[in-house]
Structure formats: C-alpha cells, structure tokens
C-alpha cells in the first residue's frame, strides 16, 4: 500500500522556522522525485521544492529560494522541508508528492497545513 505522511506542520510567527517530513512507503522511493506543493486558500497549488532522489538534484521556486530547503533521506525513505523566514504569504496546505516517468504513477500525501502569523 502506497502512502505518504506528511507531517510537521503548525502555527507559526512570522520570521519563525518549520520543518515538514513526508514519509514514504510502498513504492521505489529512489526511482522518484520528490516534490513539495503547497495550496493558499483562494489559489492554485504551486510547486515549491524539489528533489531527484537518484542524484540528489534540488530545485526551487524564486518565492522561496534561499529561505527553504529540501533534502531526503534515503535510508528512512523521508523527504523534508526545512522552511525559514517564514512570511504570511507562506501559509498554505502544503503536499508531498512523488512522481516519475511513465508508467510509473503520480501519489500524493494529505497535506499539512502551515500558518504564519503573530
């Protein structure tokens, strides 16, 4: 059975740090790469981070470079997202998801809500 976990989410003040887990199970986590999302209320999902397990290749979207970053553990089949400076315009839900060429399918976790806010 397919599953990820997300998890580490919360209140937090602006300026504060977060750091989200997405624990993997059930399918060749080294075959993927793993990304982060996040939803606003009101906006579409946007990517945020990602990572090429395989090689270890990050990527990021200019709204969150240098604040956030992604990284894995391969051994724990673990993704996280260490994520600093934390501005109101970061709250969202935010989603793990994993994804590799075909035929391979797409899975996404639950979400994990974070709110930035004094």
């Known amino acids: 059975q397919v599953q990820l976990v997300e998890s580490g989410g919360g209140l937090v003040q602006p300026g504060g740090s977060l750091r989200l887990s997405c624990a993997a199970s059930g399918f060749t986590f080294s075959a993927y790469v793993m990304r982060w999302y996040r939803q606003a209320p009101g906006k579409e999902r946007e990517l945020v981070a990602a990572i090429i397990i395989g090689g270890g290749s990050t990527n990021y979207a200019d709204s969150v470079k240098g604040r956030f970053t992604i990284s894995a553990d391969n051994a724990k089949n673990t993704v996280y997202l260490q994520m600093n400076s934390l501005m109101p315009e970061d709250t969202a839900i935010y989603y793990c998801?994993?994804?590799?060429?075909?035929?391979?399918?797409?899975?996404w976790g639950q979400g994990t809500q974070v709110t930035v806010s004094s």
């Open positions: 998801n994993a994804w590799a060429v075909k035929p391979r399918p797409t899975y």
